[in-house]
């Protein structure tokens, strides 16, 4: 599946479109929850939190 069908089925309640997406960008979100050498879970559960709501809110035209 390319980008665009995986987000489209993410937004349509797929779970495992989501999950790859989530997958793809994990790393990611982990490596800018580092403050200061040290890993804060509680941003990175806030950028999770915030995945979510991209993919909910982001427009394909």
Not at 24 to 32: D, E, F, G, V, W
Request: aromatic share 14%; glycine share 4%; proline share 0%.
């Amino acid at each position: 599946m390319t980008f665009i069908e995986l987000l489209l089925a993410a937004k349509e309640g797929s779970a495992s479109a989501f999950e790859i997406l989530f997958d793809r960008y994990k790393n990611l979100l982990r490596k800018y929850s580092v403050i200061n050498g040290v890993f804060d879970d509680d941003l990175y559960q806030e950028q999770c939190m915030i995945f979510v709501h991209c993919i909910e809110i982001f427009e394909v035209k």
